[in-house]
T-cell receptor
C-alpha cells in the first residue's frame, strides 16, 4: 500500500487557469512534508517544507498547504514555465528508524 | 559553487559489467544519499551516509555498494550490472544537523542502461 499518493498523475492547464495538485499520506507521526519540482533531464529542486497541519507557504505563483492527511500545491495563474513534474515526499518514523517516502509525482503541462 | 555533481550523465553497460557512478558535493553537507527513479515509481533510496566513514542501506540496496571516505564524495558501485538496474540515478545531499528533515539538494542524474 502506497504511503504517499499524488493526484492527478498528469494535469494540463491553459496559461492563467489556476488549479491544485494533491499529495495524500497515510504515515503517522509526520515530521515534515516536502514539495519538489523536477524538470525533464534534471534532478528535483526543493520548493517547500511543511511541518504541521494548518501551515502554509508561498513562492511566486505556488502555495503549499498541509492538513492532517494531505497537502495541496495550489498554482495561481500558471505560466508555461511552471510546466514540470511536482514531487511530494513525507518524512516520518517507520520501524524504529526514520524514512523519507516520495510520491510518484504529478506532471503539469501549462499551454500558452 | 557547483552544488551536487554527478558523472557520467549517461552510461550503457552490458550485463555482468561493473562500474562506479560518481557523486561530489561542495556544500560541506554531512548527509548524502543515492536514489533511483523508475517510470511509474517514486524515488527509492538505495544507500545513504550520515558522514565520512558511515554508510547504511536504504530501501533497495541489493546489487549496489557505497563507501564514504571524504565529506565531499559518495560513489555508488554496481558490482555486476543487471537489466533490472536500468534506471536514472540521483545523488542528493543535505545540510548538517537536519537529518531527513532537511531539504535535499539533488544532482542532475546518471541515466544508466544495462543491456
Amino acid at each position: 500500500e502506497d504511503q504517499v499518493t499524488q493526484s492527478p498523475e498528469a494535469l494540463r492547464l491553459q496559461e492563467g487557469e489556476s488549479s491544485s495538485l494533491n499529495c495524500s499520506y497515510t504515515v503517522s507521526g509526520l515530521r515534515g512534508l516536502f514539495w519538489y519540482r523536477q524538470d525533464p533531464g534534471k534532478g528535483p529542486e526543493f520548493l517547500f517544507t511543511l511541518y504541521s497541519a494548518g501551515e502554509e507557504k508561498e513562492k511566486e505563483r505556488l502555495k503549499a498547504t498541509l492538513t492532517k492527511k494531505e497537502s495541496f500545491l495550489h498554482i495561481t495563474a500558471p505560466k508555461p514555465e511552471d510546466s514540470a513534474t511536482y514531487l511530494c515526499a513525507v518524512h516520518a518514523p517507520q520501524g524504529g528508524s526514520e524514512k523519507l517516502v516520495f510520491g510518484k509525482g504529478t506532471k503539469l503541462t501549462v499551454n500558452p | 559553487n557547483a552544488g551536487v555533481t554527478q558523472t557520467p550523465k549517461f552510461q550503457v553497460l552490458k550485463t555482468g559489467q561493473s562500474m562506479t557512478l560518481q557523486c561530489a558535493q561542495d556544500m560541506n553537507h554531512e548527509y548524502m544519499s543515492w536514489y533511483r527513479q523508475d517510470p511509474g515509481m517514486g524515488l527509492r533510496l538505495i544507500h545513504y551516509s550520515v558522514g565520512a566513514g558511515i554508510t547504511d542501506q536504504g530501501e533497495v540496496p541489493n546489487g549496489y555498494n557505497v563507501s564514504r571516505s571524504t565529506t565531499e564524495d559518495f560513489p555508488l558501485r554496481l558490482l555486476s550490472a543487471a537489466p533490472s538496474q536500468t534506471s536514472v540515478y540521483f545523488c542528493a545531499s543535505s545540510r548538517p544537523g537536519g537529518g531527513w528533515n532537511s531539504p535535499l539538494h539533488f544532482g542532475n542524474g546518471t541515466r544508466l542502461t544495462v543491456t
